[in-house]
């Protein structure tokens, strides 16, 4: 008796120490995820006189200067709408398209549904990126390189594939009942999309919403081949402008950088339980 | 009978105007420009207007075999590589240890951890390239804590030859051991270093120690300064660390939320049985992840194939093309010096149909693990 007390008690205490160590890797783990975060946003508050003499230490005397240059120099009052024009916009049309798409390959019939859904879902592990040089040669035979226009259709062509993929397997589950009774009450299928399976596919749409905010708001390889000009460039790209000759200016591109990253952290911070969620959807593809 | 049939055409057209406009747009986005490298790779097109400026036509595939003789293409080849393996044996098994650490309760706050870990994933590539530059740059932190570390550590030794010595002292028993600390960064300050150190040191006289340690140390100590980028033989290891610190929290998300969705009484009577946790884990959990984990394998493939802004912002492909992937090498060629069209569009054919060996093995994986996983 006296013996399993004692084998148990040594287990509880070997499990006390592989608890502490558990939490220890962990713990180191989440500091180097977040120290290098925090470090970045505490230095951007110096100048980088301050930053080459002292990286460690807290700001002595914490500055804003850096914030108004580099929102002059990295021209954001431009950059930031442009990049809230694409997100929104080319995340709009995804859902919409996908749900349109999705409705029908999953309750209407046709022979053709078959082939052209299934291209959709090769397209999911064909990334965009891959064909970056042949989309720029294509967006300049169109004559729609430099245009918000070419950024909107590549960010939504590139978002359809996965979106079309998880609408359809949504709107699959939805009961064909439902849909079959609003036809018997003469409802045409443009305002059954629009009164029922817009209302009933929020769920799906909201996994879409988040899993496109954060790629395209941060995304950089596409756009940097389809736009030059300033007017018309995205965040990401502004921010890039901090390398190269003006990476030696600390205190300018830590400013930018936390710019870069501050909405996306505010959208996570918010939104955080459905971005996880829509990852976990998302990565899984078929 | 004539209903039913306008019934059917109604449900056709409907059909078509619902799927048309996004099977346009996939075409044209992604459809057309196969189509288009492909052309283009066995043709002599050089650039600017397709139709109606410079003649251009078939050129046979020179440009493919140009690809392969290219020893550029074979290091991008291996970075890609080296990303998988980083991938495969790094994020994989962190993250589903993690997950598991999460799922079994062996750590409290779930949503912290998860939240966490997550972070660097929703942060621009371009930002975490550009921050992670300046942390291995010589003027980055690593070098300050190292440098700390070199000072005081030398410090350190000077007070105990001071204190041997009672105190301030010019004697040659401590200028021999200050020079012997500080090695040959002492012996090559000087021409004659015993008596040189000797006036240095008298002009510190009747000043605090530690004083004179900051100025010898300053003297001495040298500044070390990482060039961990600059590198060739190293520069992809920071690559890869980086690449293992921002995506470890995705497969983490992805193994916890496919164990959250096991039955919890399968556990619970496996555990009445007396199963420990390690059988718990080699006959429940790890079969029911099977599919998962080879699902994250694949899309560490594909992660690779298409990861272009990290490096492109953290190494720019430096230095002196070491750290090029497949698309770095890409888009070098048809946009730094002189465009080489064919070739880039080579190389965008070759990571295509890389591309289609995986989806092609995502589909035998579907089919001897049965059904998706979603």
């Given at each position: 008796?006296?013996?399993?007390?004692?084998?148990?008690?040594?287990?509880?205490?070997?499990?006390?120490?592989?608890?502490?160590?558990?939490?220890?890797?962990?713990?180191?783990?989440?500091?180097?995820?977040?120290?290098?975060?925090?470090?970045?946003?505490?230095?951007?508050?110096?100048?980088?006189?301050?930053?080459?003499?002292?990286?460690?230490?807290?700001?002595?005397?914490?500055?804003?200067?850096?914030?108004?240059?580099?929102?002059?120099?990295?021209?954001?009052?431009?950059?930031?709408?442009?990049?809230?024009?694409?997100?929104?916009?080319?995340?709009?049309?995804?859902?919409?398209?996908?749900?349109?798409?999705?409705?029908?390959?999953?309750?209407?019939?046709?022979?053709?549904?078959?082939?052209?859904?299934?291209?959709?879902?090769?397209?999911?592990?064909?990334?965009?990126?891959?064909?970056?040089?042949?989309?720029?040669?294509?967006?300049?035979?169109?004559?729609?390189?430099?245009?918000?226009?070419?950024?909107?259709?590549?960010?939504?062509?590139?978002?359809?594939?996965?979106?079309?993929?998880?609408?359809?397997?949504?709107?699959?589950?939805?009961?064909?009942?439902?849909?079959?009774?609003?036809?018997?009450?003469?409802?045409?299928?443009?305002?059954?999309?629009?009164?029922?399976?817009?209302?009933?596919?929020?769920?799906?749409?909201?996994?879409?919403?988040?899993?496109?905010?954060?790629?395209?708001?941060?995304?950089?390889?596409?756009?940097?081949?389809?736009?030059?000009?300033?007017?018309?460039?995205?965040?990401?790209?502004?921010?890039?402008?901090?390398?190269?000759?003006?990476?030696?200016?600390?205190?300018?591109?830590?400013?930018?950088?936390?710019?870069?990253?501050?909405?996306?952290?505010?959208?996570?911070?918010?939104?955080?339980?459905?971005?996880?969620?829509?990852?976990?959807?998302?990565?899984?593809?078929? | 009978?004539?209903?039913?049939?306008?019934?059917?055409?109604?449900?056709?057209?409907?059909?078509?105007?619902?799927?048309?406009?996004?099977?346009?747009?996939?075409?044209?986005?992604?459809?057309?420009?196969?189509?288009?490298?492909?052309?283009?790779?066995?043709?002599?097109?050089?650039?600017?207007?397709?139709?109606?400026?410079?003649?251009?036509?078939?050129?046979?595939?020179?440009?493919?075999?140009?690809?392969?003789?290219?020893?550029?293409?074979?290091?991008?080849?291996?970075?890609?590589?080296?990303?998988?393996?980083?991938?495969?044996?790094?994020?994989?098994?962190?993250?589903?240890?993690?997950?598991?650490?999460?799922?079994?309760?062996?750590?409290?706050?779930?949503?912290?951890?998860?939240?966490?870990?997550?972070?660097?994933?929703?942060?621009?590539?371009?930002?975490?390239?550009?921050?992670?530059?300046?942390?291995?740059?010589?003027?980055?932190?690593?070098?300050?804590?190292?440098?700390?570390?070199r000072v005081?550590d030398f410090q350190?030794q000077l007070?105990g030859i001071?204190?041997?010595?009672?105190?301030?002292?010019?004697?040659?028993?401590v200028i021999h051991k200050i020079l012997d600390l500080a090695g040959p960064a002492g012996q090559s300050m000087f021409?004659?270093p015993v008596?040189e150190l000797r006036?240095l040191l008298?002009?510190?006289?009747?000043?605090?120690?530690?004083?004179v340690y900051?100025a010898l140390s300053n003297l001495f100590v040298q500044k070390?300064?990482?060039?961990?980028?600059?590198?060739?033989?190293?520069?992809?290891?920071?690559?890869?660390?980086?690449?293992?610190?921002?995506?470890?929290?995705?497969?983490?998300?992805?193994?916890?939320?496919?164990?959250?969705?096991?039955?919890?009484?399968?556990?619970?009577?496996?555990?009445?049985?007396?199963?420990?946790?390690?059988?718990?884990?080699?006959?429940?959990?790890?079969?029911?992840?099977?599919?998962?984990?080879?699902?994250?394998?694949?899309?560490?493939?594909?992660?690779?194939?298409?990861?272009?802004?990290?490096?492109?912002?953290?190494?720019?492909?430096?230095?002196?093309?070491?750290?090029?992937?497949?698309?770095?090498?890409?888009?070098?060629?048809?946009?730094?010096?002189?465009?080489?069209?064919?070739?880039?569009?080579?190389?965008?054919?070759?990571?295509?149909?890389?591309?289609?060996?995986?989806?092609?093995?995502?589909?035998?994986?579907?089919?001897?693990?049965?059904?998706?996983?979603?």
């Amino acid at each position: 008796m006296s013996e399993a007390i004692r084998e148990s008690k040594l287990k509880k205490a070997l499990s006390a120490i592989g608890r502490v160590a558990v939490y220890m890797v962990m713990g180191i783990f989440a500091f180097m995820t977040l120290y290098p975060i925090f470090w970045l946003i505490m230095n951007s508050f110096k100048t980088t006189r301050e930053f080459q003499v002292s990286q460690l230490a807290l700001p002595h005397a914490p500055t804003l200067q850096n914030y108004v240059e580099a929102w002059k120099m990295g021209d954001f009052s431009l950059l930031f709408p442009n990049s809230i024009i694409y997100t929104l916009g080319a995340t709009a049309g995804i859902i919409f398209l996908s749900l349109l798409a999705g409705f029908a390959f999953a309750k209407l019939k046709s022979r053709a549904t078959k082939p052209i859904y299934n291209s959709f879902v090769i397209g999911i592990l064909l990334t965009t990126q891959t064909l970056m040089i042949p989309l720029f040669l294509e967006v300049n035979l169109l004559g729609i390189y430099n245009t918000r226009l070419a950024v909107l259709l590549v960010y939504i062509g590139a978002g359809l594939p996965i979106g079309i993929y998880l609408s359809t397997e949504y709107i699959k589950a939805i009961p064909s009942a439902v849909v079959e009774s609003a036809r018997i009450d003469g409802a045409g299928f443009f305002k059954i999309f629009l009164k029922i399976i817009i209302p009933m596919s929020v769920p799906v749409a909201t996994t879409l919403a988040m899993l496109n905010i954060t790629s395209i708001w941060n995304e950089f390889a596409l756009i940097n081949i389809l736009v030059s000009k300033t007017e018309l460039k995205s965040l990401p790209l502004g921010i890039y402008k901090f390398s190269g000759s003006l990476s030696t200016d600390y205190g300018k591109q830590f400013a930018a950088l936390t710019i870069g990253m501050v909405p996306m952290l505010v959208f996570y911070m918010i939104f955080r339980k459905q971005i996880t969620k829509g990852v976990a959807a998302g990565a899984m593809k078929g | 009978m004539a209903y039913t049939n306008r019934a059917h055409l109604e449900e056709k057209r409907a059909y078509w105007a619902m799927v048309t406009p996004a099977f346009a747009l996939y075409l044209l986005v992604m459809a057309f420009p196969i189509i288009l490298s492909f052309v283009l790779s066995v043709s002599n097109y050089s650039g600017g207007k397709m139709f109606g400026g410079e003649k251009w036509g078939f050129a046979g595939f020179g440009a493919y075999a140009r690809v392969f003789t290219d020893p550029w293409f074979w290091n991008a080849l291996k970075n890609n590589l080296y990303i998988v393996l980083i991938s495969v044996f790094g994020q994989l098994p962190l993250g589903f240890i993690f997950a598991y650490f999460i799922y079994a309760k062996i750590v409290k706050a779930p949503n912290f951890w998860q939240g966490v870990l997550y972070v660097p994933n929703i942060i621009s590539v371009i930002v975490v390239g550009l921050l992670w530059q300046t942390i291995f740059s010589p003027h980055g932190p690593i070098g300050e804590i190292i440098n700390y570390f070199r000072v005081s550590d030398f410090q350190a030794q000077l007070k105990g030859i001071f204190n041997a010595a009672g105190g301030f002292s010019l004697s040659d028993d401590v200028i021999h051991k200050i020079l012997d600390l500080a090695g040959p960064a002492g012996q090559s300050m000087f021409s004659n270093p015993v008596p040189e150190l000797r006036d240095l040191l008298s002009s510190y006289q009747g000043q605090p120690m530690s004083e004179v340690y900051t100025a010898l140390s300053n003297l001495f100590v040298q500044k070390w300064s990482p060039a961990f980028l600059t590198k060739p033989d190293i520069a992809m290891v920071p690559v890869l660390f980086v690449i293992l610190w921002m995506y470890t929290g995705m497969y983490l998300i992805l193994f916890l939320a496919n164990m959250q969705k096991i039955d919890a009484q399968i556990i619970e009577s496996a555990r009445i049985d007396g199963a420990n946790e390690g059988q718990v884990m080699r006959f429940i959990i790890l079969p029911a992840l099977s599919g998962t984990i080879v699902n994250s394998a694949i899309l560490a493939i594909s992660g690779s194939l298409s990861s272009f802004a990290l490096i492109f912002a953290m190494t720019g492909g430096g230095p002196s093309r070491v750290t090029e992937i497949l698309s770095i090498y890409m888009y070098n060629n048809a946009f730094l010096g002189r465009p080489n069209f064919p070739l880039a569009n080579a190389i965008s054919l070759i990571m295509v149909i890389i591309s289609f060996v995986l989806i092609a093995l995502t589909k035998a994986v579907e089919k001897r693990y049965g059904g998706k996983e979603d």
